[in-house]
């Protein structure tokens, strides 16, 4: 190892060799003060005893898959939940179909708007609050190929007198093209950011699906009447404003959902980063500060030590060092995690993304005010 000289330094590459130990010191910090606490999860022990659940799941469109999904939500190895399909001004038959198939199916229910109307999410999760009778309620996609059957009876077992919600992991399965592969790194970072700082007491909830949820919070919260006009983001604004995380759990095993929804997944990533700012808006000035200096140290540690390595070479063990206990702690964390989340695949691409994610989301967020401003003259 080269010797270390104090007088070589200069006052610049003194500042540069301070703000990286800094850096490091406060990603250590929340790492070990949050992302670790996802590696000691624990299953919930089993349980005789089934809650009743109401299961809700919004439907557009799906005329000639309708029957197949309810059979598939019915299939659970779960007896005592209703499933409540809520129709999202479908232009096919499927209303029509729903009728039908709640004379067949006696623990099926079923609701809808008839018409497209502005914050049409909103009024779906009202209708599907309004429609179940269970004290708990959990939403969830239509088409999920390999829903474990005992889906339900695992995140029963989270239930207790303690508990006010239960998150799970909610994403869409592989696919072709590049912005799906952004989308699904987005969405994955966004749970795991959230399990993270929710484990270390700082309620983020980043997706409405899959969580299971005590019906009376939203009745409580007076359902979205403050929160109507806020774009993009819906449950999760009451989740986060409501609920204690020492009154929340994270499943483990196999609850994750993953989909199989076609989007414009330029729009729906793009609509994605929107939703985590509204939900950021709206968490506590704390929480928010916590937030912003977990990403943003990040980038200033990378930073830091790429313009050391730069401008003093031959002196980069120590920085080298530094660098490789961290990326060395994230890469547990990411590879603990996504053999859970059904995510095996994307390694070393979300290790990446975690690092640039806030440059990332800046730029996003940029060409986004560019546009908008575009549009208002058109």
Not at 23 to 33: A, G, M, S, W
Not at 338 to 347: C, P, S, T
Request: aromatic letters at 16%.
């Amino acid at each position: 190892m080269t010797d270390f000289n104090f007088q070589m330094y200069t006052i610049w590459e003194w500042i540069l060799i301070i703000a990286l130990f800094l850096f490091f010191l406060i990603q250590l910090y929340f790492i070990l003060r949050y992302f670790l606490r996802i590696l000691f999860l624990k299953p919930a022990p089993e349980s005789i005893f089934e809650n009743h659940i109401s299961v809700v799941v919004p439907v557009r469109n799906e005329e000639e898959k309708i029957q197949s999904i309810i059979e598939e939500l019915l299939s659970q190895q779960f007896s005592n939940f209703e499933l409540i399909m809520v129709d999202d001004h479908s232009m096919d038959r499927t209303f029509e179909l729903l009728f039908s198939l709640t004379k067949k199916y006696k623990n099926v229910k079923y609701t809808g708007i008839a018409q497209d109307v502005r914050f049409s999410e909103k009024m779906n999760i009202n209708l599907g609050m309004k429609a179940a009778k269970a004290t708990w309620i959990v939403f969830t996609d239509a088409e999920v190929p390999d829903r474990d059957r005992e889906w339900l009876k695992k995140l029963n077992c989270y239930i207790n007198d303690d508990v006010d919600a239960v998150i799970g992991y909610s994403n869409v399965v592989r696919g072709k093209g590049f912005l799906r592969f952004f989308f699904r790194l987005e969405k994955m970072w966004q749970f795991l950011q959230g399990t993270a700082f929710t484990l270390g007491g700082r309620t983020f909830i980043a997706d409405q699906n899959n969580v299971l949820m005590r019906k009376k919070i939203y009745f409580e919260a007076g359902g979205f009447r403050q929160h109507i006009n806020k774009h993009y983001a819906n449950l999760e604004l009451i989740l986060n404003e409501k609920i204690d995380s020492k009154r929340i759990r994270v499943a483990t095993g196999n609850v994750a959902v993953l989909s199989t929804i076609d989007e414009n997944y330029d729009m729906s990533f793009r609509n994605l980063v929107k939703k985590s700012m509204q939900i950021r808006k709206n968490l506590s000035v704390f929480s928010r500060m916590a937030l912003f200096m977990d990403e943003y140290s990040r980038i200033a540690l990378i930073s830091a030590f790429t313009l050391l390595f730069i401008f003093r070479p031959l002196y980069w063990e120590f920085s080298f060092i530094l660098l490789f206990i961290y990326l060395l702690l994230l890469f547990i964390v990411l590879v603990s995690n996504q053999k859970r989340l059904k995510e095996q695949k994307i390694y070393l691409s979300s290790l990446v993304y975690m690092l640039i994610r806030p440059l990332f989301v800046v730029l996003i967020g940029l060409l986004m005010f560019i546009k908008d401003r575009r549009d208002r003259w058109i």
